[in-house]
């Protein structure tokens, strides 16, 4: 049987016991105050942040567009020098050729490509790509890629002599011996002539 001393035992337990339970609440809410105070805060910061990324992002995107912007320039210039320099003298190897044509795309079957300069003549063909500044990958797009797509979009050209070239301001010495290697024929400039190259 459960006395008044009892009873009031535990209600004295059972007030102490929700006294501290409250106190425990009180430290969490605060707790979990200062912790959104913390994550507003966070979130502020991670907006900042995110701002920041945008006008570096914006940054980035313009010095990109100006650096491709001065590499297709110079690709310009390497390419209207070396035009203009076969045109007033179209000869390739001591091949004197009749028609010079400048930037030819021709599309069939899927296929497509861009030839910067081509020398024709009643039976040789030159296929001429500028560089600014040459790259053996240069090289291995000229011989295969290029090349092949050329053999596919003019068939006309089966029975030409065909001669493969690199014109570029600045060819280094791996690019040569690559070059020269597959039979390229490097065009260079010097001073305001084109030094021709080949084995």
């Known amino acids: 049987m459960i006395t008044k001393e009892d009873l009031a035992k535990a209600i004295l337990d059972l007030k102490e016991s929700q006294k501290k339970t409250d106190e425990q609440l009180k430290k969490t809410d605060e707790q979990l105050?200062?912790?959104?105070?913390?994550?507003?805060?966070?979130?502020?910061q991670i907006q900042k942040l995110e701002k920041a990324q945008e006008r570096s992002d914006k940054k980035l995107d313009k010095i990109a567009k100006l650096v491709g912007a001065i590499s297709n320039n110079q690709g310009d210039v390497a390419e209207e020098f070396f035009y203009n320099s076969l045109k007033q003298n179209p000869q390739l190897k001591g091949i004197k050729f009749?028609?010079?044509?400048k930037n030819v795309t021709r599309v069939k079957n899927n296929i497509e490509d861009e030839y910067d300069i081509l020398l024709v003549n009643g039976?040789?063909?030159?296929?001429?790509?500028?560089?600014?500044?040459?790259?053996?990958k240069?090289?291995?797009k000229l011989v295969t890629k290029k090349y092949e797509n050329f053999k596919k979009l003019y068939p006309?050209?089966?029975?030409?002599n065909h001669h493969l070239a690199l014109a570029s301001f600045y060819i280094n010495p791996d690019v040569k011996d690559k070059a020269l290697s597959q039979g390229v024929i490097?065009?260079?400039r010097k001073g305001n002539l084109i030094e021709t190259i080949t084995n």
């Open 33 to 44: 105050k200062k912790t959104d105070e913390q994550l507003k805060k966070t979130d502020e």
């Open 98 to 101: 009749d028609f010079i044509d």
């Open 123 to 136: 039976k040789d063909i030159a296929i001429i790509e500028t560089k600014y500044k040459a790259h053996e």
């Open 138 to 140: 240069d090289i291995d």
């Open 156 to 160: 006309e050209y089966k029975d030409y």
């Open 186 to 188: 490097l065009l260079q």
